[in-house]
């Protein structure tokens, strides 16, 4: 089991940048692919983006193409999630997730799940 203490959101103006970061329990985080996701008020929860076990493979949803970088260190048991060019759809919090069995890009409710942490960007 694994558990994960997502940081770094907050209040942001339009255009700004937010480096969220999520660190893990246990010292198998190496095994797990990573992913964050997000939920806006009112919405169901979205992809945002994921990463293999070794950091050499990411996927982005459409919307956060360009904008947003998924990275992790694996000796620091971290993912991180650096958002940039960030705009007022970009509120929601944003959740990350560890999966041993796939790269996790799809919110079915398999892996481990963090608390969440509120990224808000005002207009």
């Known amino acids: 089991q694994v558990q994960l203490v997502e940081s770094g959101g907050g209040l942001v103006q339009t255009g700004g940048s937010l480096r969220l970061s999520c660190a893990a329990s246990?010292?198998?985080?190496?095994?797990?692919?990573m992913g964050w996701f997000r939920q806006a008020p009112g919405k169901e929860r979205e992809f945002v983006a994921a990463?293999?076990?070794?950091?050499?493979?990411?996927y982005y949803a459409d919307s956060v193409k360009g904008r947003f970088t998924i990275s992790r260190d694996n000796a620091k048991s971290t993912v991180y999630l650096q958002m940039n060019s960030l705009k007022p759809e970009d509120t929601a919090v944003y959740y990350c997730?560890?999966?041993?069995?796939?790269?996790?890009?799809?919110?079915?409710?398999?892996?481990?799940w963090g608390q969440g942490t509120h990224v808000t960007v005002s207009s």
């Open positions: 990463i293999n076990r070794s950091g050499g493979t990411k």
């Open positions: 997730v560890a999966d041993g069995m796939k790269i996790p890009r799809v919110a079915d409710g398999g892996g481990y």
């Open positions: 246990g010292r198998t985080f190496s095994t797990y692919a």
